[in-house]
Nanobody, 113 residues
């Protein structure tokens, strides 16, 4: 079982990034997938999750309306489209599979003001 995130980087405030999470080693389409983030000196926090078929999505209040979680079950990949980025979105972003508490290694997102 493996989750590999990509797509992080440095972006100016107001910009956009799309994170990807490539999954392998398990039946991806049957699992709820989530994104979390952790800023320096802060606890890891929930960002969004999506059910297996991709029809149900849930967001934290801090990203609602700016971020969109999605998945392509044919490609075993989950995504996080991040728009209108703010400096407070700066963090390491992690993909995770809820069942079994499986985590990726994370990808850094830095938003400059």
């Amino acid at each position: 079982v493996q989750l590999v995130e990509s797509g992080g980087g440095l972006v100016q405030s107001g910009g956009s990034l799309r994170l990807s999470c490539a999954a392998s080693g398990f039946p991806f389409s049957t699992h709820i997938m989530a994104w979390y983030r952790q800023a320096p000196g802060k606890a890891r926090e929930f960002v969004a999750h999506i059910d297996g078929p991709g029809g149900r999505k849930y967001y934290s209040e801090s990203v609602e309306g700016r971020f969109t979680i999605a998945r392509d079950n044919a490609k075993n990949t989950a995504y996080l489209q991040m728009n209108s980025l703010k400096p407070e979105d700066t963090a390491k972003y992690y993909c995770m599979r809820l069942e079994g508490n499986i985590w990726g290694q994370g990808t850094q997102v830095t938003v400059s003001s």
